[in-house]
């Protein structure tokens, strides 16, 4: 079973930056796909940003793009978000998303994934 767990999240003014980190354990499991996601109360869970493990092909969300990239460190099994010119717009909930096998489907999609953690808030407030 893995597990994700996620880190960097917190209070900033706009125009400011974050990074985001999640890091899936055991290190022994190998991961096909994870990503970011996000979350305001009475909104469905969006798609922010995924990046598959082998080819490293990146993805994101469109009014993301530009502003936040999503890396991962294979060695640590760890990925990360880091985002610059933060909007009040992009406060939420941010949740890091896991996939352990190749399948079908939109890495936009919440229910392509299978492993899911706890969450961390993001504020972007002046």
């Known amino acids: 079973q893995v597990q994700l767990l996620e880190a960097g999240g917190g209070a900033v003014q706009p125009g400011g930056s974050l990074r985001l980190s999640c890091a899936a354990s055991p290190f022994t499991y190998s991961v096909y796909c994870m990503a970011w996601f996000r979350q305001v109360p009475g909104r469905e869970r969006e798609g922010v940003a995924a990046i598959f493990r082998t080819s490293s092909n990146s993805f994101y969300t469109d009014s993301v793009k530009g502003r936040f990239t999503i890396s991962q460190d294979n060695a640590k099994n760890t990925i990360y978000l880091q985002m610059n010119s933060l909007k009040s717009e992009d406060t939420a909930m941010y949740y890091c998303?896991?996939?352990?096998?190749?399948?079908?489907?939109?890495?936009?999609?919440?229910?392509?994934?299978?492993?899911w953690g706890q969450g961390t808030q993001v504020t972007v407030s002046s």
């Open positions: 998303a896991a996939l352990t096998y190749p399948r079908s489907g939109s890495w936009s999609d919440p229910a392509f994934f299978t492993h």
